[in-house]
């Protein structure tokens, strides 16, 4: 079982940036598709970003395209959500998650059964 924990959430003025990290215990970490996820007050979760387990593939949501980056360094462990040019309609509880399989051709929920416990992103002037 892959515990997940994720940090670097916080409150942001507009246009600013946040890195977000996850990281995993378990030693299937480095083999797995990773994704980030939010959900917003009264909204479903939303599927953010994605990686592939080699890092060399990866796929965004059209309303983060060219803003955010995701990456992982599999000797730590760790992946993380690199946020730049915020914006109020970002603020949501971010969620990593790990795949069922190493690559990410297929992006939905159920893809991924294993999820953190979210941290909380405020995007506020």
């Known amino acids: 079982q892959v515990q997940l924990v994720e940090s670097g959430g916080g409150l942001v003025q507009p246009g600013g940036s946040l890195k977000l990290s996850c990281v995993a215990s378990?030693?299937?970490?480095?083999?797995?598709?990773m994704g980030w996820f939010r959900q917003a007050p009264g909204k479903e979760r939303e599927f953010v970003a994605a990686?592939?387990?080699?890092?060399?593939?990866?796929r965004y949501a059209d309303s983060v395209k060219g803003r955010f980056t995701i990456s992982r360094r599999n000797a730590k462990n760790t992946v993380y959500l690199q946020m730049n040019n915020l914006k109020p309609e970002d603020t949501a509880v971010y969620y990593c998650a790990v795949a069922t399989g190493s690559g990410i051709t297929y992006i939905r929920i159920d893809y991924f059964p294993s999820w953190g416990q979210g941290t909380q992103v405020t995007v506020s002037s």
């Open positions: 378990g030693h299937t970490f480095s083999t797995r598709a």
């Open positions: 990686i592939n387990w080699r890092g060399d593939n990866t």
